[in-house]
């Protein structure tokens, strides 16, 4: 389809009019599209139903219709936004990958009980509780209607339970509400893909490998059957990295980016109280790079966009817990912090893990055997890299393998990666004093083009990525820290 003369979108950057007419541009702008449709539908629906507690309206089966029907707004605003040349054949098939990617996750999820202790003593509670009428905004619950489990339901983060109980009212099947796991794995992944195909000099199939491992990683894979909730936070990590990443390799400002950000950051935030910590690391480190870069027109429209993305996921989304706990307790992320707070960690470690700092547990957690031991009894191993014995995986076969909990062989990709960053700083060391090729005297536009201000970014990145880990009492659980 030819557009004519002046007709072009307002949308510009890498996908601008040439980028159209090949394959891989609009397979990467297709896949873009579809992930973000994904998180779209969470996006509304927790928007639609934390406006109605507000105006003391329950979880009912109109949430789900003005869902649907927002989704299909969205269709058609992305079907007039980006000028593929087969408009029609594209928007088509994706309509038929949300439908069939929803319905696969909806069938697998039904498919399998949760018997896990967290999902079936108070996640499934909360989701009983909220189609009930329960309405959070208002009400606190008390122990025998919450059958003791109203300090979890009253304090803790409730998006994934608004959108799950939405799910819940309709089809009236518990376990089905599960199904968000694998749907954001899918959202996770094709977004992930859809910026690694822009990269130069990336074969098509090794970007999708590296998608594939970014979303289909360990936590999300073993908690995917499940109501725990790492799982989902760690796709929607996934999502906010890259889309930094989408914003950062763009030279002109593109607005459904900055919309994705804003989606992804509201709803990260009321997945878990600990996602407000680790998100605001991300996107602190982040505005530091643009601030270094010398990106100061996208350090604003990032800071701004964040700060209405907060707002918007504290105060509106996250009225409850964040406000109603800062009202009852002083305190938004009680019971994780405060005096009275929960130690959620002496239960889950064994004898070795007792009184240890962070860095401790984290390097344990990296290359210990894989277990599940825990009590004063019992004591976690460490092992020789990339051994892999049939006993270490009877550990996933639980939601929350608590040693070693990344994998059997991630120890020895970390070694790896190591090296391999090692042996790239070395080699950028000797260009000290050598003169960009092609570019005797960079300017700041061209700052990140430097292979010198790259490796150095990478190890901020890294640098950022460990802190968000170590500021976890916990980080010995990969549940806990699954961003690592």
């Known amino acids: 389809m030819n557009l004519p003369k002046g007709s072009e979108p307002s949308i510009r950057g890498s996908w601008a009019e040439g980028n159209f007419r090949n394959r891989t541009g609009t397979a990467s702008l297709a896949l873009l599209i579809f992930g973000s449709g994904i998180l779209f539908f969470l996006f509304i629906t927790l928007l639609f139903v934390s406006i ?20 299909l707004g969205f269709i058609i605003v992305t ?3 980006f000028p593929f040349r087969h408009r029609v054949m594209v928007f088509l098939l994706l309509s038929g990958l949300w439908v069939g990617s929803f319905y696969l996750s909806f069938e697998v999820s039904s498919s399998f009980f949760d018997l896990s202790y967290d999902g079936q003593a108070y996640h499934q509670e909360a989701l009983i509780q909220l189609i009930r009428g329960w309405n959070p905004v208002y009400q606190q619950l008390n122990g025998p209607e919450a059958n003791n489990m109203h300090r979890w339901l009253n304090h803790y983060s409730k998006g994934v339970w608004f959108y799950e109980s939405v799910i819940f009212q309709v089809t009236q099947n518990i376990e089905a509400a599960k199904l968000f796991h694998l749907w954001l794995m ?25 998608s594939l491992l970014a979303a289909f990683n360990p936590v999300s894979i073993y908690q995917s059957l499940s109501f725990y909730l790492d799982g989902q936070l760690m796709s929607l990590v996934v999502i906010l990295v890259v889309c930094l990443g989408l914003i950062y390799k763009i030279k002109e400002s593109n607005r459904f980016h900055y919309f994705l950000l804003f989606m992804t950051i509201a709803v990260l935030l009321n997945v878990k109280l600990t996602a407000g ?49 800062t009202l009852s307790q002083g305190n ?76 059997p062989l991630f120890g020895g ?36 083009a430097n292979p010198k201000t790259n490796i150095g970014i990478g190890l901020f990145c890294s640098a950022l990525v460990l802190l968000s880990c170590l500021v976890n009492p916990a980080s ?3 549940l806990f820290i699954p961003h690592m």
């Not at 109605?52 to 989704?71: A, C, D, K, M, P």
């Not at 530091?288 to 990032?302: P, Q, S």
């Not at 070694?415 to 700041?444: E, M, Q, W």
């Open 52 to 71: 109605g507690f507000f105006f003391e309206l329950s979880i009912t089966l109109h949430h789900f219709y003005f869902s649907v029907l927002s989704f």
């Open 79 to 81: 079907y007039f936004l």
């Open 186 to 210: 899918m959202a996770a992944f094709s977004i992930t893909l859809s910026f690694l195909l822009q990269l130069k000099g990336l074969s098509v199939w090794l970007a999708f490998l590296i």
């Open 277 to 325: 910590v680790y998100a605001s690391i991300l996107i602190a480190g982040y505005l530091a790079i643009l601030w270094f870069t010398k990106k100061i027109e996208v350090l604003r429209e990032v800071f701004t966009v964040s700060i209405g993305a907060f707002l918007l996921g504290f105060i509106i989304f996250g009225f409850s817990p964040y406000v109603t706990n």
């Open 332 to 407: 938004p992320l009680y019971p994780a912090l405060g005096t009275d707070r929960s130690d959620y960690t002496a239960p889950q470690f064994p004898a070795n893990f007792t009184g240890r700092n962070p860095a401790f547990l984290l390097f344990y957690s990296i290359f210990s055997k894989s277990d599940n031991v825990r009590g004063p009894e019992k004591t976690a191993v460490l092992k020789v890299p990339f051994t892999v014995s049939a006993e270490e995986l009877k550990a996933f076969t639980d939601t929350n393998a608590k040693q070693g909990g990344f994998g």
């Open 413 to 448: 990709a970390v070694l790896l990666a190591f090296i391999v960053f090692t042996t790239v700083l070395i080699d950028l060391c000797r260009l000290r004093g050598k003169a960009i090729r092609g570019n005797d005297l960079p300017d700041s536009e061209s700052s990140e």
């Open 476 to 478: 010995s659980l990969a």
